[in-house]
Nanobody
Framework: QLQLVESGGGLVQPGGSLRLSCTAS????????IAWFRQAPGKDREGVSC????????YYADSVKGRFTISRDNAKDTVHLQMNNLNLRNTAVYYC????????????????????WGQGTQVTVSS
């Protein structure tokens, strides 16, 4: 049974960094696209970043380009999201999601395209 577990969230000051991890069990991660989404209170869930399953193509939301980096370690069935220069608007619950489909730049950002989800990890940016 596929299971995704996020870790690495916490409290950080503006300008700080966090590294989120999404570890999968029950699947071979290299056959799945993995994406990070986030949801702030009162807002819709939004796509942050995605790494595809075929050639490792990466996608980012415009608001995080240049600050966040997604990577995968297939040997450990883990995907990381390195988040640098965090700001107050990055406060949210961050979720990882997986799907066996291959996504393009026009489709990765929609949460409706992903079939399996982790439980989320809280990221709070505050001074």
């Amino acid at each position: 049974q596929l299971q995704l577990v996020e870790s690495g969230g916490g409290l950080v000051q503006p300008g700080g960094s966090l590294r989120l991890s999404c570890t999968a069990s029950g699947i071979s991660l290299d056959n799945y696209a993995i994406a990070w989404f986030r949801q702030a209170p009162g807002k819709d869930r939004e796509g942050v970043s995605c790494i595809t399953n075929r050639n490792g193509q990466t996608y980012y939301a415009d608001s995080v380009k240049g600050r966040f980096t997604i990577s995968r370690d297939n040997a450990k069935d883990t995907v990381h999201l390195q988040m640098n220069n965090l700001n107050l608007r990055n406060t949210a619950v961050y979720y990882c999601a997986s799907d066996p489909n291959t996504f393009s730049g026009e489709s990765w950002w929609s949460p409706y395209n992903f079939t399996s989800w982790g439980q989320g990890t809280q990221v709070t940016v505050s001074s």
